[in-house]
């Protein structure tokens, strides 16, 4: 009996051991990129089977969130938060349909609960194809379909936006990507890739960013961001000045270029941020604030007044 016990558990030990040794040798999951909230919506769209709406979600879920984006490990806290509302407003054939993608990206703020919107935009040129249960796919460089290439532009859009914010110019890589995306659709068929479809859309999203004469926009996302707000949460005084500064890369930009497209997203996503930042300075941060806004986007000169609002 006692030599029965010894071998049992002798070969315990060593399922163990060779169990612990394949845990080690199986490789590491590392968590993807994105954090993503994906949302497919149909309201107008009667009579028609609501299934292939729920699957292209589920689709998009999986693509956008269970893929690796880069070869750069992310941690769990570390992925990036966003989310995109895909509004279809036609159908125009059993598996053509066209509508538009609210896309916004949101940064933590250092030692906060707080994010900061990067990004709040609406594309208005989405037509795309989608069979249900049809595998999603996409390599770089390559025109693989609207719905995918589409996809993949804005998620190293928000790769390349959010690096942007934690190093000056750390964007870089992910932004020539999204423009190699655009680079291979150039012979398709959809809107919304090329420079003479309009003023908005993803051919300027990139060249905004990529062209060197709008290097200060890009400085201004890192100043505002890592100097700045990730800087408030413990000395707000010293985040706020630097914020000040970093208004100055919009002024003078603005100044080449007063209407470019990056410089009214960056309004619209900063716009109600900048009012409460500086409803806190001191009055000589206050006034230069409302006096470099009021000039640089003049349409809504008068929410800047908030700032200048006794409290």
């Known amino acids: 009996m006692l030599r029965c ?10 399922i163990l051991f060779f169990a612990f040794t394949f845990l080690l040798l199986l490789p590491k999951a590392h968590p993807q990129e994105f954090l993503a909230d994906i949302r497919v919506t149909a309201p107008t769209i009667e009579g028609t089977d609501r299934r292939v709406f729920e699957a292209l979600q589920t689709a998009l879920y999986d693509f956008v969130n269970n893929r690796k984006w880069t070869n750069i490990n992310f941690k769990n806290q570390e992925r990036i938060e966003c989310s995109i509302l895909i509004t279809i407003k036609e159908r125009v054939s059993s598996d053509e349909f066209k509508g538009t993608i609210n896309l916004v990206l949101r940064r933590p703020a250092y030692k906060s609960s707080y994010n900061s919107v990067l990004l709040n935009y609406v594309d208005e040129n989405f037509q795309f194809r989608y069979i249900e249960s049809q595998p999603l796919d996409f390599i770089e460089n390559t025109y693989s379909s609207s719905l995918t290439s589409t996809l993949a532009f804005y998620l190293y859009y928000f790769l390349g936006l959010d690096f942007d914010t934690f190093s000056l ?27 003479f479809d309009g003023n908005r ?21 890192y100043d505002y961001h890592r100097l700045g707000i990730d800087v408030m949460s413990e000395k707000p005084d010293e985040g706020r000045a630097v914020i000040g500064q970093s208004l100055n890369y919009l002024q003078q930009t603005w100044k080449e270029r007063p209407n470019l497209l990056m410089l009214t997203l960056i309004f619209d996503a900063k716009r109600d941020e900048i009012i409460n930042i500086f409803s806190q300075g001191s009055p000589q941060e206050k006034t230069k604030a409302v006096n470099i806004m009021r000039e640089i986007d003049p349409a809504n000169a008068s929410k800047y007044e908030k700032i200048l609002a006794p409290k």
Do not use: C, H, S
């Open 169 to 195: 110019y750390g964007g870089d890589p992910f932004f020539r990507v999204a423009e190699g995306i655009v680079n291979a659709a150039q012979n398709a068929p959809e809107r919304g890739w090329k420079a």
């Open 5 to 14: 016990y010894k071998f049992k558990r002798m070969m315990f030990k060593k």
């Open 201 to 221: 859309n993803r051919y300027w999203l990139v060249e905004n960013m990529t062209n060197p004469a709008y290097r200060p926009l890009r400085q201004f996302y």
